[in-house]
């Protein structure tokens, strides 16, 4: 019975290969979104400064105006708190939670932001309850806010820093009950 030989086994390269493949890439690119999707979701919180280097122009200021920002390093400075505020409403008044960064290109303008976040976040809270739910309930009101905002921050540095220091306010969190 030792001379009996088993069959060999052999392995065919039909459909299976390509189905292993598609397989092998499918799990690839979930582990890959979902590393990814992590990344983005845990450095929200962070209230420090972020950098991104950007070599394009940054875009002219609220209002049509030309106003020049410093070039140099994308910069974010988070607001330390989200803005939270009342507005009158068709029915009823609503409460409205902001979280709000700001967007500026370089040191200089990172530091001279952060020296003067009660000035900002007065003036932000100024523009974000003279408006009403009705506009923030649409697309274009909260744009306009961003936009009023903008202006009404950039006014503010010019005068007490001599130039422009922010290039955009950015809502982070937006939340109306």
């Known amino acids: 019975m030792a001379a009996e030989e088993q069959p060999e086994l052999e392995v065919e390269d039909g459909g299976g290969g390509k189905k292993k493949l598609i397989i092998i890439i499918a ?7 979902g590393a990814g999707g992590f990344f983005l979701m845990s450095g929200g919180d962070d209230s420090s400064a972020q950098e991104v280097s950007l070599d394009e122009t940054p875009a ?8 020049s920002v410093e070039l140099g390093d994308a910069m974010y400075v988070a607001m330390p708190r989200p803005f939270v505020f009342n507005v009158p409403g068709a029915n009823r008044d609503r ?3 902001i979280k709000v960064q700001l967007l500026v290109r370089g040191a200089q303008n990172e530091e001279t ?3 003067h976040i009660p000035l900002i976040e007065g003036t932000l809270l100024r523009v974000f309850s003279g408006t009403s739910a009705d506009e923030l309930g649409t697309s274009a009101g909260k744009e306009a806010l961003k936009k009023n905002a ?8 010019l005068s007490i820093a001599g130039r422009t220091v922010v ?9 109306m009950q």
């Open 27 to 33: 799990v690839v690119l979930v582990v890959v979104l």
């Open 60 to 67: 002219a200021a609220a209002g049509g105006s030309a106003a």
């Open 95 to 97: 409460l409205v939670q």
């Open 113 to 115: 932001a952060k020296k």
């Open 150 to 157: 903008l202006k009404a921050v950039q006014d503010e540095l």
């Open 167 to 175: 290039e955009s306010v950015l809502f982070t969190g937006f939340v």
